[in-house]
């Protein structure tokens, strides 16, 4: 049955379709024929050893490197009515020379919400990562943990449909890393579709309902997070998690 159905409701970006995606550079192949769906309201953490090209996958569905062959699949446009639906969020932040209050409301601006909602909504996204006392100082100076906050301070004021995340805590301290697990986690809870390369392996546990193992630019493997943990299916899985370098 249609009737009823708000034809102005802008589609979901989901699923997102990834088939047979190579990407090489040179004779070299960094990702070699990966597929995979993305559906709305998944969890999902990239595992794998340094190099197996988690960064390159994630910038391939973000939209930042294009396929040598196969291809990616938006359900819908990545653009409609203005406003950002997806967003990726780096190892490193990249702010600009603005006020932490300044950051936020110029991603706004970028996502095309109106000039008199932007501040209300970016003092509240300040809140939600506890930097409210610092939207006046500038973000370059900023600790490492307090970018990073910016940065999600960014995502949830633009709500993302989907949320790529490149080690999001890798130079974080336990106390910092565990705030930013709390705004990934509140992110997904409003209806954010995450999907996050980690090293750490208690996070990929805490954020992570499915995890993918690749492997030299290979899909080894796509298992949900408790079972992976106790029993992966591939053996360079296995290997991996006992701390060992895959062969
Ligand atoms: N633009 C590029 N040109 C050439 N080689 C690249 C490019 N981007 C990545 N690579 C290579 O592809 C491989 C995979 O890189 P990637 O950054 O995706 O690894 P990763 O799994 O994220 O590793 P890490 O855990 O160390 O972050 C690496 O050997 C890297 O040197
Ligand atoms: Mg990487």
Redesign the pocket.
């Known amino acids: 049955m249609t009737a009823g159905v708000d034809m102005r409701a802008p589609l979901s970006l989901l699923p997102l379709r990834l088939d047979q995606v190579v990407f090489e550079?040179g004779t070299r192949r960094?990702i070699d024929g990966v597929s995979l769906r993305l559906d709305p309201g998944a969890r999902i953490v990239i595992l794998?050893p340094?190099?197996?090209?988690?960064?390159?996958l994630l910038r391939l569905c973000h939209g930042l490197l294009a396929p040598t062959a196969g291809t990616i699949a938006w359900n819908a446009a990545e653009v409609a009515g203005g406003a950002r639906r997806q967003a990726m969020v780096f190892q490193r932040p990249v702010l600009l020379r603005r006020s932490a209050l300044g950051n936020v409301a110029y991603a706004l601006k970028l996502a095309g919400v109106p000039r008199e909602q932007r501040r209300e909504r970016a003092v509240e996204a300040l809140r939600k990562v506890g930097l409210e006392g610092q939207g006046r100082h500038s973000a370059r100076v900023l600790s490492g943990g307090e970018q990073q906050r910016l940065a999600l301070a960014r995502v949830w004021a633009l709500r993302p449909e989907v949320l790529f995340l490149d080690e999001p805590t890798a130079s974080l301290d336990p106390g910092a890393t565990h705030e930013i697990e709390n705004v990934i986690s509140a992110l997904h809870a409003a209806g954010t579709t995450t999907v996050m390369?980690t090293?750490n392996l208690g996070q990929a546990r805490r954020l992570g309902d499915d995890i993918l193992f690749l492997h030299q630019g290979r899909l080894l493997e796509r298992t949900p997070a408790d079972r992976f943990f106790k029993h992966p299916s591939s053996s360079e899985a296995a290997t991996f998690l006992e701390g060992e370098l895959p062969w």
Do not use: F, L, T
């Open positions: 550079v960094i794998g340094n190099g197996a090209g988690k960064s390159v390369v090293h």
